[in-house]
């Protein structure tokens, strides 16, 4: 199963040292036709190394041209449009993050589980609407509690394999091997081990900075989100377990070095990449939470730029963008990003024609909450179609 290979390991000096030359190249006037060069040739579907990505992001080059140039070494490739829809099992959690409404400190927040038999009935209704794609999610616990935790989502996984689901996302935190194991348990295998529906862990390392992440996640021992090691090397475990696509991710503002969470990312989708997964990429920014102040995020023009030289570096990642963002972002990013996702970030929210977004029980604020019909209808109109979005069933 791939056992041998080697986890990813982060080198902050190295990733530090990259951005030094990477400013000085930025500031530097014979360096500026070679940064002109490299952006035309990323274009034409040369990807940029992660020194030269970086170099791109701190230039004086306008964000529209880079953002013109991801637009068309995206429409050289011609993907399909994807697309999912998230679905809370629970809200409840037993890690600290202090940017997430989730929180186990978080009084404001209405804590709400589902049955089994609910999340059976929210599947369906998802089939129903046409959405043949969705992130199963739930709360971070600790060893003693993530039993049941892994029981239920496990349950919730095979029902999508039962009833046709094209793509399944699980977002349950990190794991240890005989727990991935558990998570898969009745779940197809192809000839080779590999699990056979399209599954993928989802793990946001938020940040890649340690000092931020101790910050945000916090440190204690009984905390399941502090190992900032442990979720690190998430992904290489459950590809020795037999998943073969991998969904890592920051949480944009939290760290404001926005050059380091993007040359992080690149270097940890790379070596993904190269062990032989497929990886999505997700990039959301810092949304209001209950019982939470207003987040300081990136501006549009920093996400713009980010989520540009990503789709130019990593051409073979795929890039995830949510309705976290407004409509008008939407429709800025969808010709560079491959993935669309639309739905509520509330407990079993969906009904037959919309969706239920109350922040009292929600992780964070969605923006755009329009049903996912018509949000994903204005872009499969252009393109003819939208991959796990279709015709209602049932």
Same mark, same amino acid.
């Given at each position: 199963?791939?056992?041998?290979?080697?986890?990813?390991?982060?080198?902050?000096?190295?990733?530090?040292?990259?951005?030094?030359?990477?400013?000085?190249?930025?500031?530097?006037?014979?360096?500026?036709?070679?940064?002109?060069?490299?952006?035309?040739?990323?274009?034409?579907?040369?990807?940029?190394?992660?020194?030269?990505?970086?170099?791109?992001?701190?230039?004086?080059?306008?964000?529209?041209?880079? *953002?013109?140039?991801?637009?068309?070494?995206?429409?050289?490739?011609?993907?399909?449009?994807?697309?999912?829809?998230?679905? *809370?099992?629970?809200?409840?959690?037993?890690?600290?993050?202090?940017?997430?409404?989730?929180?186990?400190?978080?009084?404001?927040?209405?804590?709400?589980?589902?049955?089994?038999?609910?999340?059976?009935?929210?599947?369906?209704?998802?089939?129903?609407?046409?959405?043949?794609?969705?992130?199963?999610?739930?709360?971070?616990?600790?060893?003693?509690?993530?039993?049941?935790?892994?029981?239920?989502?496990?349950?919730?996984?095979?029902?999508?394999?039962?009833?046709?689901?094209?793509?399944?996302?699980?977002?349950?935190?990190?794991?240890?091997?005989?727990?991935?194991?558990?998570?898969?348990?009745?779940?197809?295998?192809?000839?080779?081990?590999?699990?056979?529906?399209?599954?993928?862990?989802?793990? $946001?390392?938020?940040?890649?900075?340690?000092?931020? *992440?101790?910050?945000?996640?916090?440190?204690?021992?009984?905390?399941?989100?502090?190992?900032?090691?442990?979720?690190?090397?998430? $992904?290489?475990?459950?590809?020795?377990?037999?998943?073969?696509?991998?969904?890592?991710?920051?949480?944009?503002?939290?760290?404001?070095?926005?050059?380091?969470?993007?040359?992080?990312?690149?270097?940890?989708?790379?070596?993904?990449?190269?062990?032989?997964?497929?990886? *999505?990429?997700?990039?959301?920014?810092?949304?209001?939470?209950?019982?939470?102040?207003?987040?300081?995020?990136?501006?549009?023009?920093?996400?713009?730029?980010?989520?540009?030289?990503?789709?130019?570096?990593?051409?073979?990642?795929?890039?995830?963008?949510?309705?976290?963002?407004?409509?008008?972002?939407?429709?800025?990013?969808?010709?560079?990003?491959?993935?669309?996702?639309?739905?509520?970030?509330?407990?079993?929210?969906?009904?037959?024609?919309?969706?239920? $977004?109350?922040?009292?029980?929600?992780? $964070?604020?969605?923006?755009?909450?329009?049903?996912?019909?018509?949000?994903?209808?204005?872009?499969?109109?252009?393109?003819?179609?939208?991959?796990?979005?279709?015709?209602?069933?049932?």
């Amino acid at each position: 199963m791939g056992a041998g290979r080697k986890h990813f390991e982060l080198d902050a000096e190295r990733i530090d040292a990259m951005i030094v030359d990477a400013r000085a190249r930025a500031s530097s006037p014979d360096d500026a036709g070679s940064l002109q060069a490299l952006l035309h040739a990323a274009a034409d579907g040369v990807p940029p190394s992660p020194s030269d990505a970086v170099a791109l992001w701190c230039s004086s080059i306008d964000t529209d041209v880079i *953002y013109r140039a991801a637009c068309r070494a995206q429409s050289r490739r011609g993907l399909p449009l994807e697309t999912f829809s998230p679905l *809370y099992m629970t809200n409840t959690c037993d890690a600290e993050c202090r940017m997430c409404g989730m929180r186990r400190d978080n009084r404001a927040l209405v804590r709400e589980t589902a049955s089994s038999e609910q999340v059976e009935d929210q599947l369906r209704t998802l089939k129903r609407r046409g959405m043949n794609a969705v992130a199963l999610l739930t709360g971070e616990y600790r060893s003693e509690r993530r039993g049941w935790a892994i029981e239920f989502v496990n349950r919730a996984l095979r029902t999508t394999e039962e009833l046709g689901f094209g793509h399944v996302l699980i977002n349950i935190g990190s794991l240890d091997p005989q727990e991935i194991d558990a998570l898969l348990d009745g779940v197809s295998r192809a000839p080779d081990g590999s699990v056979a529906p399209k599954v993928t862990m989802c793990t $946001f390392q938020e940040t890649y900075s340690r000092e931020y *992440y101790g910050r945000f996640m916090g440190r204690s021992a009984d905390n399941p989100r502090a190992d900032y090691d442990r979720r690190l090397e998430n $992904f290489d475990r459950a590809r020795e377990a037999g998943m073969r696509i991998a969904n890592p991710g920051i949480l944009i503002g939290l760290n404001p070095d926005l050059a380091f969470e993007l040359t992080a990312l690149i270097l940890h989708t790379q070596h993904l990449l190269a062990s032989g997964m497929e990886v *999505y990429l997700s990039v959301p920014r810092l949304r209001l939470t209950a019982g939470g102040a207003e987040p300081r995020g990136a501006t549009d023009d920093q996400f713009v730029r980010l989520v540009s030289l990503l789709a130019l570096t990593v051409p073979d990642g795929k890039i995830v963008l949510t309705t976290r963002e407004p409509k008008e972002v939407q429709h800025k990013l969808v010709p560079i990003c491959t993935v669309l996702s639309a739905g509520s970030a509330s407990v079993t929210p969906y009904t037959d024609d919309g969706a239920r $977004f109350p922040l009292e029980t929600s992780q $964070f604020e969605v923006i755009d909450q329009r049903p996912f019909e018509d949000v994903l209808g204005e872009f499969a109109a252009d393109g003819g179609g939208i991959v796990n979005f279709g015709e209602r069933t049932g």
